[in-house]
C-alpha cells in the first residue's frame, strides 16, 4: 500500500489486487482507506485456488512482499506460482526467495519493507514491458526445470537413496511366485517389478524403488 502510494496512488496508472484473506485484511482495508487508495486496490479475500490462475492472468506483475522476520527456509510457493504464470516478479530479499530468483533475469529482489526501492522496481518493469515479458518468461522455464512438484519428490527421493543402504541377505531371499522363502507370503515385502536385488524386509531403497512411478 504505501509502495502504491509512492507511486502516486489513484492518480497513477498503477493499480493493486490483493489475492487471499487473513488476520490482517480488515488493517489493510483501512490502511488504504487512510492513505486515499481505495479507487486504487481491490481486495479479493479468500477465493478458491481454482480461480487464481485467472488472476494472475488479470495482472502485469507480482510482488511477493515476505517480512524481513521471515524464516530462513521456507518454501515460496507463491513466488513458484507466479513465476510459473510467466509473470515478472519482485520479491523480498529473504530466504529462498534469494536462490530462486537471479536478479534481472528471473526477476527482481528488493530489501524486505523497503516501499521506495519496490517503487523503484516496478517503475523499471513498466517503463520497459519487454524486458519484462523476456524475464518473466525465464522465470517460468527455471520454475518448470527445477521447482515443479515432480522434481522435488526426485530430490527427496535421491536424499533418502544416498543415506539407505539395501540390507542383503542370503537366508531369505525372494521368491517371485511365494514372497520370502520360508515365511507367510506379505505384499508389503513382495519384489518391485523389475528388480532383481535379493533384500531382506528392511530395505529401505532400491534404484527400483526410486524410479517406480515417476514420469521418465
Known amino acids: 500500500l504505501h509502495t502504491l502510494h509512492l507511486l502516486g496512488g489513484v492518480a497513477s496508472p498503477f493499480r493493486l489486487l ?14 488504504s482507506e487512510q492513505l486515499g487508495l481505495a479507487g486504487a486496490v481491490h481486495m479479493t479475500g479468500a477465493v478458491p485456488h481454482h480461480a487464481v ?12 512482499p515476505y517480512a524481513a522476520d521471515a524464516a530462513r527456509y521456507f518454501s515460496p510457493v507463491k513466488l513458484f506460482e507466479y513465476m510459473a504464470a510467466g ?5 523480498a530479499r529473504v530466504g529462498q526467495a534469494c536462490e530462486v530468483i537471479e536478479e534481472g533475469c528471473t ?3 528488493y530489501n524486505p ?3 521506495v526501492e519496490l517503487a523503484g522496481v516496478i517503475r523499471r518493469i513498466a517503463r520497459d514491458r519487454d524486458a519484462g515479458g523476456r524475464v518473466g518468461a ?3 522455464e527455471r520454475v518448470l526445470r527445477q521447482y515443479t512438484w515432480r522434481h522435488n519428490a526426485r530430490r527427496v527421493i535421491r536424499m533418502l537413496c544416498s543415506v539407505a543402504t539395501p540390507i542383503t541377505t542370503t537366508e531369505a531371499p525372494f521368491d517371485a511366485a511365494n514372497g520370502l522363502r520360508g515365511s507367510r507370503r506379505d505384499p508389503r515385502f513382495d ?5 532383481r536385488e535379493t533384500v531382506s524386509p528392511q530395505v529401505t531403497c532400491s534404484r527400483s524403488a526410486a ?6
Do not use: F
Not at 21 to 26: C, F, S, V
Not at 53 to 64: E, G, S
Not at 211 to 216: A, E, I, K, V, Y
Open 87 to 91: 509473470l515478472p516478479v519482485a520479491a
Open 53 to 64: 490462475p485467472d488472476l494472475l492472468r488479470a495482472i502485469d506483475m507480482a510482488v511477493a
Open 138 to 140: 525465464a522465470a517460468r
Open 18 to 31: 490483493l489475492v487471499g484473506a487473513g488476520p490482517r485484511l480488515a488493517d489493510l482495508q483501512q490502511q
Open 191 to 195: 519384489p518391485l517389478p523389475g528388480s
Open 211 to 216: 524410479t517406480r512411478g515417476l514420469p521418465q
Open 113 to 115: 519493507g523497503d516501499a
Open 107 to 109: 526477476g527482481w529482489l
